[in-house]
Structures are given as structure tokens and as C-alpha cells.
């Protein structure tokens, strides 16, 4: 279905986004205090939603864009979850 | 002509998200991080879910395959909204819940948020 663009681009763009996922893990894994290590979860979550969006166009498949929305929403909940948790106080 | 467009997108969106995920590792602060690591991805998500939208509506409208490109184009479309709603508003509970937590910006000579958050004004009513 799509033959007007070079796949191979597809997949330098998904090498360069698994890069900067790299990235953001080094914080998860360094960062000084909880919420450091919250906001590099957040930011991993957003470009694993970009990156589920490419691989669905390269392989053509629409269900993988499903699940990248689903994700998102998932993932919202979760991060505003731990950040009332880290508040603190009761619920 | 086309592609070169998709492929301006493209690269604009990576170059964005490797911006956000740097400023992530080289800032001083919770939220000087935040500021990177939230505005950049959500800027560099539009580009890359806009050009997969082009892509769609180019197969839906051009290349006549109605339904590849509609419900590629439709559901990449939810998927951006979905980015759009979701993503200011966790960063804005991040940087509440790091606030209340206590930790404070670095180099910050005045903190005018400090005596308006409910639990400290209780603190100063004791």
C-alpha cells in the first residue's frame, strides 16, 4: 500500500527513536530523586507511541495504531497515579 | 515532491524527540527536565503523527484505496488527540506532585508558589 516512500527511512527514523528512548533510560536509571526518574518514565512513554505509530506503517498493519492509543490512555492513568502517590497525604 | 515532504516532517519530528530525551539527560533540575522532556516529545509526536496522517489521506484520496488510507489517516488521527489530551496534563501533575513534594528548583532565588499550596498554608495557619 505504500509505495511512494522508502522504507528503509522507516526504519532509520524507528533506530533514531529507539536512540533517544536510550536516552531517557539513562535518567529513569540515574536520576537523583523519584520524580526525575517518573519524568523520564513519562517521556519513554511518549516516544514508544510514536514509534508504535511508524512500525504499524511499515508493516502496513492499522491494529498496531489501536494499540498506541490504547497505550496512551494507559499510560496517562498510570502517571497520574504516581504522581498522586508521590504527593503524598491521603487519597 | 510528496515524499520530500513527508520526509521534512519526519525529520523534524526525530529531531525533536532527540532534543527533549538530551535536555532530559542535561538539565540541572526536576523541572527544567519536565520542561524538555514533556514540550519536545509532544512537539516532535505532531510532526511524525502528522506526516503518517498525510500518508493516509494521500492513499485515501489519491491512490483510491479507501480503506487502507481512511482508517490509517482515522485512527492516527484519535492516536494524535489521544497525545494531545494526555501528555500536558501528566506533566502538569508531575510538576504539582514534585512541588509538593518538597524538592525545590535549582537557582531559584524566590519561590512565590511556596505559601499557596494548601498543605504548607496549613502549616503557617498552626
Redesign the interface.
Known sequence: MIDFIDLNVLLLVLGLLFLSILMALIRVIKGPTAPDRIVGLDTINTIVIVSMIIFGLYKEAVIYIDVAIVYAFLSFISTLFIAKYLEGGDF | M??II??IF?GV??FF??L???G??RFPD?YT??HA??KC??F??IF??VS?IL?GL??WFFDG?LA??S??AI??A??LA??L???P???H??A???H??G?KPVGAVIDELDNKTE?NKKEDDE
Do not use: P, Q
Request: hydrophobic share 45%; no cysteine.
Open positions: 510528496f515524499e513527508i520526509y519526519l519530528g526525530v524527540n532527540l527533549g530525551s538530551l532530559l539527560l526536576v527536565r519536565l522532556g514533556t516529545t509532544t516532535g509526536a511524525i503523527t503518517v500518508i494521500k492513499i484505496n487502507n488510507g482508517s490509517l485512527h492516527t484519535v492516536a489521544a497525545i489530551l494526555t501528555n496534563t501528566g506533566a501533575a508531575l504539582r506532585s514534585a509538593k513534594s524538592i498543605k
